[in-house]
Nanobody, 126 residues
Framework: QVQLVESGGGLVQAGGSLRLSCAAS????????MGWFRQAPGKERELVAG????????SYINSVKGRFTISRDNAKTTVYLQMNSLKPEDTAVYSC???????????????????WGQGTQVTVSA
């Protein structure tokens, strides 16, 4: 079955950096779009960044553009989220996710994701 295991979260001061990793197994990783979601207390889960199965296209929510970078290594079946210039409002549980659609074309939508990891806490202090 699909397994997604995140690592790399932690406590960091504002302006600092973290790199999240997500090791995937149980499916043909290179055929699926991948994404990073986050959920802060009292807020809805949101898709922060997505990357196409081919790795050639990425997308981000406006609040993280220029600060976060999503990437993938299909040989290692791992997706990454490099987070720079972190802000207190980035504090949340971050989860990676796999699309439910194989060889998906077009825009990456949050509704297309079907599997999530258990998440890793990211806390940014002021």
């Amino acid at each position: 079955q699909v397994q997604l295991v995140e690592s790399g979260g932690g406590l960091v001061q504002a302006g600092g950096s973290l790199r999240l990793s997500c090791a995937a197994s149980g499916f043909t990783f290179s055929n699926y779009d991948m994404g990073w979601f986050r959920q802060a207390p009292g807020k809805e889960r949101e898709l922060v960044a997505g990357i196409k199965w081919s790795g050639g296209e990425t997308s981000y929510i406006n609040s993280v553009k220029g600060r976060f970078t999503i990437s993938r290594d299909n040989a290692k079946t791992t997706v990454y989220l490099q987070m720079n210039s972190l802000k207190p409002e980035d504090t949340a549980v971050y989860s990676c996710a796999a699309s439910a659609l194989q060889y998906s074309t077009g825009t990456i939508y949050s509704e297309n994701f079907g599997s999530w990891g258990q998440g890793t806490q990211v806390t940014v202090s002021a």
